[in-house]
Nanobody, 124 residues
Framework: VQLVESGGGLVQAGGSLRLSCAAS????????MGWFRQAPGAEREFVAS????????VYADSVKGRFTISRDNAKNTMSLQMSSLKPDDTAVYYC??????????????????WGQGTQVTVSS
């Protein structure tokens, strides 16, 4: 499956952004999906994941209560609604397809397909 992220940009602290991930090549409803992010000089870190059917979501503690992950299998899309953004949220955000059906896999090695990333910059 090919994944393409969109929706990144520059926003002030406290603002909101909505990231989207479009899948092509085949239907992506079989596997869980996730969002990761990587700040300059840092390792890629888990942000959120959602199971194949969209019923179960898991979040990193750093974004819990501020970010919401969702998916629309009929449209082959996944989204990440980000609110109350902080400068620490600045990073390149990647969507990825898991090799598992369930959500809650935090290791990037549990994901087989990745998008190219979209930059999110939060100014203070």
């Amino acid at each position: 499956v090919q994944l393409v992220e969109s929706g990144g940009g520059l926003v002030q602290a406290g603002g909101s952004l909505r990231l989207s991930c479009a899948a092509s090549g085949r239907a992506f409803s079989t596997y869980a999906m996730g969002w990761f992010r990587q700040a300059p000089g840092a390792e890629r870190e888990f942000v959120a994941s959602i199971n194949w059917g969209g019923q179960t979501t898991v979040y990193a503690d750093s974004v819990k209560g501020r970010f919401t992950i969702s998916r629309d299998n009929a449209k082959n899309t996944m989204s990440l609604q980000m609110s109350s953004l902080k400068p620490d949220d600045t990073a390149v955000y990647y969507c990825a397809e898991s090799t598992y059906f369930s959500a809650g896999h935090y290791n990037s090695q549990d994901y087989g397909s990745w998008g190219q990333g979209t930059q999110v910059t939060v100014s203070s």
